[in-house]
């Protein structure tokens, strides 16, 4: 039963080994939809092209009731699925630094790489500020670094702070994501009109 590593099937070795190949799997998965072109990326914002909210809402859905179902039939321990701890403060900061960056730039850190290995020279020059970026994060961090932990959570999950079940998140997050899909489409199928009609 998974995980695999915490519970002694596959060795320290094997887990490096397959987390490549799963790498390698993620950067294929994100080139092949459209992920490498900032034009897609950014186009959530301008209301054009919502295929990052398609293909991560759908990640997302796919991974929760997969992981729910696993759960129920004993294939895997949730209790030992690492859940990254909570700092509310940083994260919204974090979140909105995020955000602005993609905006800006076009390109998350994954896509970013995925786009440079193909030649993009806008994810290159991406790539570079984004390690500027790490370096002065690194230089500044003793100054910030009780901003950065306050707010500590745990390690929560929707269900601890709601009470809701997980089976009730999965489905309420489907039927979002089935309305975020309907509404999307109304969307872009209007802003793709309008740039038509003003082009011409």
């Given at each position: ?34 992920f ?27 991974a929760?009731?997969?992981l ?10 949730l ?7 909570t ?88 039927v ?9 489409w ?15």
């Open positions: 039963m998974g995980p695999l590593f915490p519970n002694g099937l596959i060795s320290g070795d094997w887990n490096l080994v397959i987390a490549v190949f799963i790498g390698i799997a993620f950067g294929f998965l994100l080139e092949a939809s459209g490498s072109s900032s034009r897609n990326l950014a186009g959530v914002f301008y209301g054009y092209n919502f295929v990052v909210l398609r293909v991560f809402f759908t990640a997302v859905i796919v929760m009731v997969g729910l179902y696993f759960n129920y039939f004993g294939w895997l321990d209790s030992k699925i690492f859940i990254l701890p700092f509310l403060p940083s994260m919204i900061v974090g979140g909105v630094v995020m955000g602005l960056g993609f905006i800006i730039g076009g390109f998350c850190p994954g896509t970013s790489f995925t786009a440079i290995v193909i030649g993009k020279l806008d994810a290159l020059v991406f790539a570079v500020g984004l390690f500027i970026g790490i370096f002065l994060f690194a230089e500044v961090f003793p100054f910030i670094e009780h901003f950065y932990y306050s707010g500590n959570l745990g390690n929560v999950t929707l269900t601890d702070v709601t009470g809701i079940s997980a089976s009730w998140w999965a489905f309420g997050f489907t979002i994501a089935l309305a975020a899909f309907w509404a999307s109304l969307i872009e199928k209007k802003v793709r009109k309008r740039i038509k009609e003003y082009k011409f």
